[in-house]
């Protein structure tokens, strides 16, 4: 990060604004409001307050209301030591002034749609008010000056401090206030953020501290040597920026610390960041107002390696051959991803893409601010705060999903996944709804139904190879567990297994569908996670697991490329760990429906995990030989025999309903069997399995019978009553079940002879 600063003021700044990316007004206690622009490096004086007004407090209204959306914002609130808040124009005029508090209005917020204004103030009242100035409620009161409020992202709840204190009030009056004790000071700053939901406090203890919106605590700095006077997160929730005595920070969201800069400033009394983050102001207390300007942030991909090294430039680096490209925009650089060979990066007016370096692909972009950007084989996913929008890599626009009440302002990578053919968005109004887009049209998937899960889920990602209606998606829901579903289904709702608990992250390969995660502290992949959808048995024995003692507390993954795995660790290094190359071949011999291969690849590398997989994948695709070897060299027995069943069976129809049997798959196995006309196999299911209702329904249903001896009593009352109305002769049943499998080979018989037939024309 990178300071510039400047000074104008001729005492104390209280607060700064931005109101675009470029222009930024600063409150001083000389009643001075001033203009700077960054464009030009110009200042200029806006308006001379009265000289009883010493602002506290400066809050732009916000810049989209609704879907409208203003170039720039229009009016601001000023909070003053009087007791007044002040609702002044962008030429300085004031065009309301209201008493809102006994003693100064500490702080003053509008909330994020702009139909709603919060003051709180040195006489311990939180006060809102309407957008013109009017009395709403008192939300609360206590004997203690407020110092700082923050609203919560859906604008329904509060944040405020009370001493050491934090209390989060709900605007619901029945609704249950969340209040902890948070510093050993008293709390001085707050700030809520949108996207990720994570909380930021600074008090007089000379520390920073990170909470999840339920009071729990993410971080919590070492002490500083002074008190922490300011604080502010990025729009888009991945940094955040502390302030205190020439002093500044600038920190990752979960704690750890990027650049700390010590300026002559005195105390750093407000921080700002502009609407694109890439720019931050601060008011200090000997009449400065800081500029900092994000610059040094690194992507890397394969072998290479990307460096914003200025605003407007980034070199990149291949460390192959040390060769070194420099890259110039006309604008300032807003966001950028490097992923399958495509370097994308977002403007604050263009889009370029970059296959090779030296010639890019540049097309116009509608809105300003980029606040994400995925990568997927074929296309790239743009969100900024009107919408998503799918790019192919040669910059043609393919589709702009829509949804009701979609806030795309607040989306990030942990609820968006994007893929080649599909677009997955956790819903923000309901968490447990996963809205799902063909990526080509931007229609929903699934007739517009979402994928409802039974929890809250909290971080999404679709696998990235293999056909479209073989997608699968990974889900970790609010109990930490993983599941695992299918994207797109013909016929009945796919089931959502769970195939991990007490995961914090994961991230899919971008070469083959092989996931990883860090697991309760050990990094775990999941050679194939498909299995459990053929065989749940099967699915602990392909895992690869290693103990996570080499990684620090709670670490991140980044990236899964190729077999490395990027991991951000808890104090903010980078440390890669290998995953073994065969089963990304196996995979890729699978999808090529080469067998004979992939055995050979299994016998070399002698892995039980690697048997496992491949027992998997060739039940899957339905080759019951390898399958057959591959449940041999794991031991597994009771399968071996059951496929060799299977094998044995006459006709096509039966073996199919076995195999789907064997994936546990009952209902489809005995919908197939009848179709085919197999009645008695159909009841003999369902004997075997003990589901004596069902087969008697059948039997009743095709007025074919049936009595099983036991040697037990027995106790259904519908056997009794059809036992005592049916004459069982032993000899019909046989007589017609041998006609059942008579029909069957014959019928198999005449297929096999048209096939042959077919082949010899």
């Excluded at 709603?116 to 206590?142: H, N, P």
């Excluded at 197939?672 to 589901?691: C, K």
């Amino acid at each position: 990060m990178r300071l510039k600063t400047s000074l104008l003021h001729k005492e104390l700044v209280t607060c700064v604004g931005w109101t675009t990316a470029d222009e930024l007004f600063s409150c001083s206690d000389d009643h001075q409001i001033l203009k700077w622009n960054l464009l030009t490096s110009e200042t200029s004086l806006v308006v001379k307050l009265q000289e009883d007004i010493y602002p506290i407090d400066l809050h732009w209204f916000p810049k989209t209301v609704g879907s409208k959306k203003q170039s720039q914002a229009e009016i601001f609130v000023l909070t003053s030591t009087d007791g007044k808040f002040h609702l002044a124009s962008k030429m300085g005029r004031i065009e309301k002034s209201v008493e809102a508090h006994k003693g100064a209005v500490l702080a003053g917020r509008w909330n994020y749609d702009g139909t709603a204004l919060i003051t709180a103030g040195e006489d311990g009242q939180i006060k809102i008010w309407s957008k013109s100035g009017m009395l709403r409620s008192t939300l609360a009161s206590q004997g203690s000056p407020v110092y700082s409020v923050a609203w919560g992202p859906d604008s329904d709840r509060v944040l405020y401090t009370s001493g050491r204190q934090l209390v989060i009030k709900p605007l619901q009056p029945s609704a249950k206030v969340t209040q902890w004790k948070a510093h050993d000071g008293i709390v001085l700053k707050v700030d809520w953020n949108s996207v990720n939901d994570l909380i930021l406090s600074g008090g007089e203890d000379c520390k920073y501290k990170v909470w999840d919106s339920f009071g729990r605590v993410l971080y919590s700095s070492s002490s500083h040597d002074y008190p922490v006077t300011s604080l502010s997160w990025a729009p888009d929730g991945e940094v955040f920026a502390v302030g205190s005595f020439n002093t500044l920070r600038l920190c990752d969201k979960t704690g750890w610390s990027y650049a700390l800069e010590k300026p002559n400033t005195g105390s750093v009394f407000s921080l700002a960041w502009s609407a694109d983050g890439t720019q931050l102001a601060g008011a200090c207390g000997n009449g400065h107002v800081i500029f900092a300007h994000v610059v040094e942030q690194h992507w890397e991909w394969k072998n290479f390696v990307i460096t914003l090294t200025k605003r407007r430039t980034m070199q990149v680096r291949n460390v192959v051959n040390d060769a070194v490209d420099v890259l110039e925009f006309r604008d300032r650089v807003i966001k950028a991803s490097l992923a399958y060979g495509h370097l994308v990066v977002a403007t604050s007016l263009q889009c370029y893409v970059y296959k090779n370096w030296n010639t890019p692909l540049i097309f116009d972009l509608k809105e300003g601010t980029v606040s994400l950007i995925l990568q997927a084989e074929k296309h790239f996913l743009l969100v900024d705060g009107a919408g998503l929008y799918t790019y192919s890599y040669e910059g043609r626009l393919i589709s702009s999903p829509k949804f009701p009440g979609m806030r795309a302002d607040i989306l990030n990578a942990q609820v968006v996944s994007f893929s080649t053919d599909t677009i997955a968005i956790r819903d923000k109004a309901d968490e447990k709804a996963i809205l799902l887009f063909d990526t080509l049209t931007g229609k929903a998937l699934r007739d517009g139904k979402p994928l409802i899960h039974k929890l809250e889920v909290l971080e999404i990602a679709l696998d990235q190879c293999g056909p479209p209606n073989e997608r699968k998606i990974a889900l970790i829901d609010k109990n930490r567990d993983l599941y695992l579903t299918s994207v797109r289904h013909l016929g009945r709702e796919p089931k959502i297994c769970k195939i991990g608990s007490m995961v914090h992250s994961m991230a899919w390969n971008d070469a083959a569908n092989i996931l990883c995660g860090i697991q309760d502290n050990q990094f775990t992949v999941w050679y194939y996670p498909s299995a459990v959808f053929t065989d749940k048995e099967l699915l602990p024995k392909t895992l690869y697991i290693k103990d996570g003692s080499e990684f620090s507390h709670a670490p991140h993954i980044l990236s899964y490329v190729g077999t490395k795995v990027t991991l951000r660790q808890g104090d903010g290094s980078l440390v890669y760990s290998s995953v073994p190359p065969y089963p990304a071949l196996l995979h890729e011999y699978s999808t090529s429906a080469r067998w004979e291969d992939a055995l050979r690849l299994c016998r070399f590398a002698k892995e039980q995990s690697l048997w496992a997989c491949l027992a998997g994948m060739a039940m899957a695709n339905r080759d019951l030989t390898t399958a057959e070897m591959a449940y041999a060299a794991i031991g597994e027995l009771p399968r071996v025999q059951y496929i060799n069943f299977i094998k044995e069976q006459p006709s096509k129809e039966s073996s199919l309903a076995h195999m789907l049997m064997f994936s546990g798959q009952v209902q489809e196995a005995e919908a197939t069997l009848l179709q085919a006309g197999l009645i008695y196999q159909a009841i003999q299911v369902n004997i075997d399995l003990f589901n004596w209702e069902r087969a008697l329904e059948l039997a009743v249903k095709h007025k074919t019978h049936f009595l099983q001896k036991f040697g037990r009593k027995e106790t259904n009352k519908r056997f009794l009553q059809y036992a005592e109305g049916v004459v069982v002769d032993w000899e019909k049943i046989q007589a017609k079940i041998e006609m059942e499998l008579s029909k069957e080979r014959e019928k198999a018989a005449n297929a096999s002879v048209r096939s042959s037939v077919a082949l010899r024309r």
